[in-house]
């Protein structure tokens, strides 16, 4: 069964300090995992896309990295801000019958950035 | 219209009672989804859609229907409430690419009573 597994559940750090969450998956076959930031009442929205080539991708204060043999990704947030206060989900996608590309969503991390 | 909205913003329904939560876009996306995200289970796909006249089934699609009459239009119906339906529910759209970043609405807050 394909799954995102994400860790921690939730994290709180102090204003400008960095931190990094955890991604694991099992998803096959594997097309493209995604980190999405979906701040409280609102919809996701796609921070870094990666492919199976690709082991790190930057936007910003975001980079994230991908380790496709062990199935693992992170997220890394360089000098947080309050706005960081959000959800971060990460997304993996895999290619299904058809030609189409079914997403994987990992039940996220709630990260709370205090000043 | 910019991007992809949803309506009605929130609903409070009773139980048994139809329900149809509307989704439109205007990027031309050929593929188009309907999740519900409940509180520490995160966003699960109810069902999906990769062309107009299309759709497939996601990770829960029982109590729930769809339609793909348009490429713009992806409505989800709940043809008898029940409260365990009770839930946010967002649709998106994205290319039918291997790079498909999803876009997002603004979700709908439904409470079946």
């Known amino acids: 069964k394909n799954q995102v597994e994400q860790s921690p559940q939730s994290l709180i750090i102090l204003e400008g300090k960095n931190c990094t969450l955890q991604?694991?998956?099992?998803?096959?076959?594997?097309?493209?995992l995604r980190w999405y930031k979906q701040d409280t009442g609102r919809g996701p929205v796609s921070l870094t896309i990666?492919?199976?080539?690709?082991n790190t991708k930057s936007n910003g204060r975001y980079t994230a990295t991908l380790d496709a043999d062990t199935k693992q990704s992170s997220l890394h947030i360089t000098a947080s801000q309050l706005s960081d206060s959000a959800s971060y989900i990460c997304?993996?996608?895999?290619?299904?019958?058809?030609?189409?590309?079914?997403?994987?969503f990992g039940r996220g991390t709630s990260l709370i950035v205090h000043p | 219209i910019a991007g992809i909205t949803q309506a009605p913003t929130s609903q409070i329904l009773a139980a048994g009672r139809r329900m149809t939560l509307r989704c439109t876009q205007d990027?031309?996306?050929?593929?188009m989804y309907w999740y519900r995200q409940d509180l520490g289970l995160g966003l699960r796909l109810i069902h999906y859609?990769?062309?107009?006249?299309?759709?497939g089934k996601g990770e829960v699609p029982d109590g729930y229907s769809v339609s793909r009459a348009n490429t713009d239009d992806f409505p989800l119906t709940l043809a008898s409430a029940v409260p365990s339906q009770t839930s946010v529910y967002f649709c998106?759209?994205?290319?039918?690419?291997?790079?498909?970043?999803?876009?997002f609405g603004p979700g709908t807050r439904l409470t079946v009573l």
């Open positions: 998106a759209s994205s290319t039918a690419s291997m790079y498909n970043e999803q876009f």
């Open positions: 991604c694991n998956y099992t998803v096959s076959p594997f097309s493209n």
């Open positions: 990666m492919t199976f080539s690709e």
């Open positions: 997304v993996v996608s895999f290619e299904a019958s058809g030609g189409s590309y079914i997403p994987t």
């Open positions: 990027m031309r996306h050929n593929a």
């Open positions: 859609s990769n062309t107009a006249g299309t759709t």
